[in-house]
């Protein structure tokens, strides 16, 4: 069965910092991976995605991401975080038409 | 892109009483939809997967009977709460898949349900 393990429940970085939020997966074969933040009280944006090709893969907002198979990694990473991007990230794991399993969440606190 | 909308956003109830949550794709047809809890500080757990035209499959521990799921439409999943109790406060969450196999997952806005 697919699972996923998010290592950090809490990270804080300074403003202008860079980020890596570790996600390590269990999957059978080829993973679909994702990750989404979650502002409070809000639903999912999906940050980037992994489906196969380019093992490095960007997304919105100044986001990207690396697979790692050997590691069953897909962490998440940026060169420089904004008072912004303070929010909840998930990483998640799926399969095609199939439902997604998430991590526990990373929660950014970005100090000034 | 693909967009689902959800509704309503926050609904308050009282005990005993139902409530109906919708999820639409606005802009693609979707075979498939799934809905999710979360509650407060924790991550999404499945709780039932709603294939057009044929019954929801419940991930174990979901009660059917307390939360129906109706996937009348390509584009439409409904999720209602039956004889809601303060337990079932939670934020609710729903995703699409397109049936051109566009594996973006696209997530609803949510729901927060607070039974008093």
């Known amino acids: 069965a697919q699972s996923v393990t998010q290592p950090d429940i809490h990270i804080t970085v300074s403003e202008g910092a860079s980020l890596e939020l570790r996600c390590n997966y269990s999957?059978?074969?080829?993973?679909?991976l994702f990750w989404y933040v979650q502002s409070p009280g809000q639903g999912l944006q999906l940050l980037l995605k992994y489906f196969s090709g380019d093992t490095l893969v960007q997304g919105i907002k100044g986001f990207e991401a690396e697979f790692k198979r050997s590691q069953s990694s897909f962490n998440l990473r940026k060169p420089s975080v904004h008072w912004s991007d303070a929010a909840e990230y998930f990483c998640?794991?799926?399969?095609?038409?199939?439902?997604?399993?998430f991590g526990a969440g990373t929660r950014l606190t970005v100090k000034p | 892109g693909a967009v689902v909308s959800q509704h309503p956003s926050r609904v308050i109830c009282k005990s005993g009483t139902s409530v109906k949550i919708e999820c639409r794709s606005l802009d693609f047809q979707a075979t498939t939809m799934f809905w999710y809890r979360q509650f407060p500080k924790q991550s999404l757990m499945l709780m039932a997967t709603s294939n057009e035209g044929s019954k929801a499959t419940y991930e174990q521990g979901v009660e059917k009977d307390k939360f129906l799921i109706n996937h009348a439409s390509l584009t439409l999943s409904t999720l209602t709460v039956t004889s809601a109790h303060p337990e079932d406060s939670s934020f609710y969450i729903c995703?699409?898949?397109?049936?051109?196999?566009?594996?973006?997952?696209?997530f609803g806005s949510g729901t927060r349900l607070t039974v008093v």
């Open positions: 998640a794991v799926g399969a095609k038409n199939n439902d997604m399993r």
């Open positions: 999957y059978g074969a080829t993973p679909y």
């Open positions: 995703s699409a898949v397109s049936s051109r196999g566009n594996y973006g997952y696209t």
